[in-house]
């Protein structure tokens, strides 16, 4: 089906450590995935992007990483904060019938930081 | 902030009622995606946009339509409202038709409250 899936729907860490969240796909054609972050209220603010030709990519705290073999995407954020504290999606890009890509979003995964 | 503005941030109506949610897209931004979003749905895809013209649907149930106009912003129209259609609509944009290196910005989305 139109899914993307994510191990862990809600993630507990302490503040100061780092941060895994986790995301299977499931079409080894989606060639662009996307992590989104969402707090309460609003909507989902892009943090940071990758093409299938690379491996990882890294932001400011956040790194993602691409494993193509098992189709696994996972978000890391380095020294987490409360601000951190939000939902986090992953999405795929992917080519339907008819020529045009949609973004497939996952369930999301609860991040909360304690202090 | 993203860039993308939606309004009203909140609606609340009646069964059988019909609403207009609209959108204007970031500056430059010629797509315009539609999302609907529930607590045991995830994000759902409804409909895409492009400098005026439908380019993708999603699961959009009848009862809704939109349309994009020549100034970009577009209008989610929904009719014959039920309780089920209770959410938050999210608009996104993106520079040009969902691909590679084009990530969607969202709004803060409309909440719908259907009593």
């Known amino acids: 089906g139109e899914s993307v899936g994510l191990h862990l729907p809600t993630l507990s860490v302490q503040e100061g450590d780092n941060s895994i969240i986790n995301c299977a796909y499931s079409?080894?054609?989606?060639?662009?995935f996307i992590w989104y972050k969402q707090e309460s209220g609003k909507g989902p603010q892009f943090i940071i992007d990758i093409r299938s030709n690379m491996d990882k990519r890294q932001g400011q705290r956040v790194t993602v990483l691409l494993n193509k073999t098992v189709k696994h995407l996972s978000l890391q954020i380095a020294a987490t904060q409360p601000g951190d504290s939000a939902v986090y999606f992953c999405?795929?890009?992917?080519?339907?019938?008819?020529?045009?890509?949609?973004?497939?979003f996952g369930a999301g995964t609860r991040l909360a930081v304690h202090p | 902030d993203s860039g993308v503005t939606q309004t009203p941030k909140h609606l609340i109506t009646a069964t059988g009622q019909r609403v207009t949610l609209r959108c204007s897209p970031r500056?430059?931004?010629?797509?315009v995606y539609w999302y609907q979003q529930s607590l045991d749905q995830g994000l759902q895809f409804l409909i895409q946009y492009y400098n005026g013209e439908e380019r993708a649907k999603g699961n959009i149930l009848e009862r809704f339509s939109a349309q994009q106009f020549p100034d970009l912003h577009s209008e989610l129209n929904l009719s014959s409202l039920e309780l089920g259609d209770s959410a938050l609509y999210f608009c996104a944009s993106s520079p040009g038709l969902q691909g590679i290196n084009q990530p969607q910005h969202f709004g803060d989305g409309t909440r719908l409250s259907i009593l």
């Open positions: 999405a795929e890009n992917r080519m339907f019938s008819g020529g045009y890509n949609k973004l497939i």
């Open positions: 079409n080894s054609a989606s060639d662009y």
């Open positions: 500056s430059g931004d010629l797509s």
